[in-house]
């Protein structure tokens, strides 16, 4: 069993309780996708609870999907508990570069609490590095898209803000990059068919708390881990809805449904990790 194996067999083993802030247009989707990877889904955003709630949990997720001022006041104070504690903290910043308020308040995360992992696609992260992009709503814009020819120069700025920031960064799309400020991986796994659903990168973001949450001390390859496994489930998933002529409802089951199932059967020789 390799070390990415490893990490998802940890997750069945120690069924990681992983507390998420996040929006109300994913959200029964990203406790299902955290029950299916072996994890232990907690919703809590009141200001009232949350530091409570996080002190009994092994992680943190904090998704800016459906920003309100309510929420953002929870997160601070669940992301400061959660440092406090020494648990792994995953932000999502949803949609930043969109408007002035999503811009505004990653950057008041980013100054209040700190991070093991950011994940985004590579508009939203050259938001958070630069202050500024080119989101469209929820996507990345055409020219921010990973492609071979530009892979190069993506591992590179993905090492530059991972330095920035302090978090391995996690930059999904067509081709994936997970980097810390000295090591990459690219990851290939994943299928189109993954946006034209909503929530599978809210999903995938809870799932890489998840993976954090149960192998604390490897939060580099638990985040490469996560993006492969859920990829590789939504390349099954396709291949599940082509058999049976379904469509994109049926495909955000199968995803659900392959997670669920993935084993070590299933890793191997599915997973698409490359060290760079």
């Known amino acids: 069993m390799n070390l990415f194996e490893q990490i998802v067999e940890n997750v069945r083993k120690k069924t990681p309780l992983v507390h998420t802030i996040t929006n109300y247009v994913t959200v029964n989707d990203v406790a299902n996708i955290v029950l299916a990877c072996g994890g232990s889904p907690i919703m809590a955003d009141d200001s009232k609870e949350v530091e409570e709630i996080t002190s009994i949990c092994s992680s943190l997720v904090i998704n800016i999907g459906t920003l309100n ?7 601070i104070l669940a992301g400061k508990k959660a440092n406090e504690l020494g648990h ?5 910043p949803v949609g930043a570069g969109a408007s002035t308020l999503r811009t505004q308040t990653v950057y008041k995360l ?3 609490v700190k991070y093991s992992v950011i994940r985004g696609n590579m508009s939203e992260i050259k938001t958070v590095y630069a202050g500024s992009g080119n989101t469209k709503g929820v996507d990345a814009a055409a020219e921010d898209v990973v492609t071979e020819e530009n892979l190069a120069e993506a591992i590179q700025f993905a090492k530059a803000a991972s330095a920035q920031t302090k978090a391995v960064v996690a930059i999904t799309g067509a081709i994936d990059i997970v980097a810390n400020e ?8 994943g299928h189109p068919m993954m946006a034209k659903i909503t929530g599978s990168g809210c999903m995938l973001t809870a799932v890489v708390g998840a993976y954090c949450g149960a192998n604390p001390n490897e939060i580099l390859p638990s985040t490469a881990a996560a993006v492969s ?3 590789l489930c939504g390349e099954l998933a396709f291949d599940r809805v082509s058999a049976t002529e379904g469509g994109t409802s049926s495909f955000r089951m199968f995803l659900i449904d392959y997670m ?3 084993d070590q059967t299933l890793l191997q020789g ?3 990790i490359e060290g760079r």
Do not use: Q
Not at 88 to 92: G, R
């Open 88 to 92: 792994p903290v995953i932000l999502d």
């Open 110 to 112: 980013l100054e209040e």
């Open 182 to 189: 000295e090591n990459a991986y690219v990851i290939r796994n």
């Open 229 to 231: 496994a859920l990829g």
């Open 270 to 272: 599915g997973m698409k």
């Open 260 to 262: 669920s199932k993935l």
């Open 69 to 75: 001022e309510r929420t953002v006041e929870s997160m």
